[in-house]
């Protein structure tokens, strides 16, 4: 007998999908991570517009990543037309990503995946009986805005990186504030991990997974690099920006009507756990510390293990980002102009990591300099073949078939992944068209 | 006084307008305090089912049939709409050639497969249901969202500007980046209320507010053809996140 678990209408998530399972004899017979955004055809939109606008634009494909679409975009672009940016752009680029990405996991661990965890179902629910988790949760989330407002310009869709630099630099009064509240958040960092390490245990399905993350060149960061690393079975490999393609190639799966994409056959994740699995050894002393506090143990087959990761990175974030803006403090910023940007033919493709994961931009420009083929490959449609493989596992490694307890477990799976379903739209609409 | 019944959706968009909401940290409780949210899909798994609402909060444009059907559900629901954001005020970056030849881009971007998509080109939501308030901005600003929720609590119409960027530009005691560069800034056509966020910070006004009713168009068209810019580049950049003025009736 078929048993169908749908969940219809996915919440506490960024965009619109849903689940579907249908149970056969107790193993999931089909598995589909469905995705109903509709398809604003941006890549195609931006065709014969000038460099200068490409950004702005394409940081429009999701709000949350919209430092990480803005400044891969400006990667790409900047790697087409040859540009040499500072180290102080390439310093606050990065500082910048940081300000995403501690905004993005408070969001995530707070407000969307630790109601889950508690039995509520909203953060504004829990704050009725946690009001001070709650408080600390939105604390650490206005820090990462204040960093993206102080260096990108707005909180969402930054204006004030450009072309080869920023249009303004952030001033010393703004960079004092922020290490004020940097300082306060180191506090609040450790109070997240004890909160979260009190967390009952989410422990759904087990997998040899495989993982892909930038290499990063330097410390452990977002921004800077060129170069994937693909974990699996205790190997590593590395693919260039360039060949990305290699990483998306996508096999027709008969179960689900869908093409995914694969590594050697393979599903893969990308996002914090990925990062932390490729580059433990990168992550500040407190960072290491808080691992150890929340027991994320690696290599980690757990997709659960997404949230202790992004909690990790929160405070490697903050620490790493106090140094940042200390070193700034003191060695005064350098009032420098954007580089200067000579449109022309060319191609260029820019790897980063934004909060979610692994985010590609692939662009070629034409002689005169307006674009003419543009290429985005977001971390929630590289990571759908595998939330569809963990949705899968859970059912069948599940003991217990009890239609509710599973839609929850299934939710919870989904959720660990942060999925950013208006970025995911473009691949993923390929998916289920068949 | 009973709290109003609030739903805040989404359309199809990049959920910014929402997350602006979900930024007010230091307000949020007080307004779910103020407010009986009963739908909120991106921050709660516990929705109104259908309940009436005394205002819906709707972000995104309408580009499925399923979008469609959802904002024509959500305005029988409520009392009133207020569309939250350039997407749903005028269509957005989504609705920037509304001519494309839309098949073809389908194809081009999702393959074969393309054809069957559930697509429509992007309108605003006013282009499918009335409209009571209309908010923009890409996203929303904080403050004007903050103040049009105290307004609407006491009963009063929120006050929003319909002069252009230009004008908080000159507040703001800023260089006018259209006599000092070369480039276009698109503050004379486009409406403030964002405290002329990008020209404060020495880059021009992209237009993602949308247009400003009492911006004076021939005079602005005039200039930026003086500064010897092709036509058809400033009509694209002012077309990037609304139609231009005229160019719906």
């Known amino acids: 007998m078929t048993t169908r678990i749908t969940v219809e209408h996915l919440a506490r998530v960024e965009g619109h999908g849903g689940i579907t399972v249908e149970l056969d004899g107790g193993r999931a017979a089909a598995v589909r991570f469905d995705i109903f955004e509709g398809a604003r055809l941006l890549e195609g939109l931006v065709r014969g517009r000038c460099a200068e606008d490409i950004s702005q634009i394409l940081s429009r494909i999701c709000a949350i990543c919209s430092v990480s679409h803005s400044l891969t975009s400006l990667k790409a672009t900047e790697l087409a037309f040859e540009v040499q940016v500072s180290p102080q752009t390439d310093l606050l680029r990065d500082l910048l990503y940081r300000g995403e990405t501690i905004q993005s996991h408070a969001l995530h661990l707070f407000c969307l995946a630790a109601p889950d965890y508690l039995g509520y179902p909203s953060a504004i629910a829990l704050a009725a009986d946690h009001p001070d988790a709650v408080r600390l949760g939105l604390r650490l989330k206005k820090l990462g805005n204040s960093m993206q407002e102080a260096i990108g310009g707005r909180a969402v869709h930054p204006v004030n990186a450009v072309l080869g630099g920023f249009g303004r630099l952030p001033s010393e009064d703004q960079l004092i504030a922020l290490r004020t509240g940097l300082l306060q958040a180191m506090g609040d960092c450790q109070t997240t991990i004890d909160l979260l390490a009190s967390l009952p245990a989410a422990d759904f399905c087990r997998s040899e997974t495989v993982f892909a993350a930038m290499r990063s060149p330097g410390d452990y960061g977002y921004y800077l690099g060129d170069e994937v690393v693909v974990l699996s079975n205790g190997t590593r490999e590395t693919i260039q920006a360039a060949g990305y393609r290699s990483l998306t190639g996508e096999r027709a799966v008969p179960h689900s009507h869908a093409k995914h994409s694969m590594f050697n056959g393979k599903p893969f994740m990308v996002g914090a756990l990925a990062r932390v699995m490729s580059n433990p050894e990168g992550l500040t002393p407190r960072a290491a510390e808080a691992m150890r506090k929340l027991g994320l143990t690696l290599p980690s087959g757990n997709p659960m293990d997404n949230n202790k990761a992004q909690a990790v990175e929160l405070v490697h974030d903050v620490e790493y980002s106090l140094g940042i803006v200390e070193r700034l403090l003191r060695e005064g910023l350098a009032q420098e102009r954007p580089a200067a940007v000579r449109p022309r033919a060319g191609a260029g493709t820019a790897i980063t990591e934004a909060p979610r994961g692994l985010l590609i931009h692939s662009y070629t420009y034409d002689d005169e300099g307006k674009i003419a083929a543009a290429d985005v490959i977001t971390p929630t449609a590289l990571n759908a073949a595998s939330i569809e493989n963990h949705l899968r596992l859970a059912v069948d490694q599940s003991q217990d078939q009890d239609v509710p307890a599973l839609r929850k477990k299934l939710e919870m799976i989904a959720r660990a992944y942060d999925p950013c379903i208006s970025c995911s739209v473009h691949v993923i609409q390929k998916l289920h068209a068949t | ?249």
């Open chain 2, 1 to 249: 006084m009973s709290k109003p019944s609030v739903g805040i959706f989404g359309l199809t968009g990049c959920a910014g307008d929402q997350l602006v909401i979900l930024n007010c940290e230091d307000q949020l409780l007080d307004i779910a305090n103020a407010l009986n949210i009963r739908d909120f899909l991106m921050a709660s798994s516990d929705n109104g089912a259908g309940c009436d609402l005394d205002l819906a909060l709707v972000e995104g444009a309408v580009l499925t049939k399923r979008d469609e059907a959802a904002l024509k559900r959500i305005r029988e629901r409520s009392k009133l709409l207020m569309a939250l954001g350039t997407c749903a005020v005028w269509g957005g970056v989504a609705a920037m050639d509304r001519d494309a030849d839309r098949p073809k881009l389908l194809g081009d971007i999702y393959g074969g497969l393309g054809a069957g998509y559930d697509s429509l080109p992007a309108r605003a939501l006013r282009e499918v249901v009335q409209v009571d308030l209309n908010i923009t901005g890409c996203p929303i600003e904080k403050e004007q969202f903050l103040s049009a929720v105290a307004n609407l609590l006491n009963g009063d119409p929120p006050l929003l500007p319909s002069y252009p960027v230009c004008a908080e530009c000159k507040m703001r005691e800023n260089n006018c980046l259209l006599i000092e560069k070369s480039g276009l800034c698109c503050g004379p056509l486009t409406v403030a209320g964002c405290d002329a966020r990008c020209p404060g910070l020495g880059v021009p006004c992209v237009g993602c507010r949308g247009p400003a009713d009492d911006a004076n168009v021939a005079s602005a068209m005039a200039m930026f053809q003086g500064k010897s810019v092709p036509r058809e580049k400033i009509a694209a950049k002012l077309r990037t996140f609304a139609p231009m003025p005229g160019d719906r009736s």
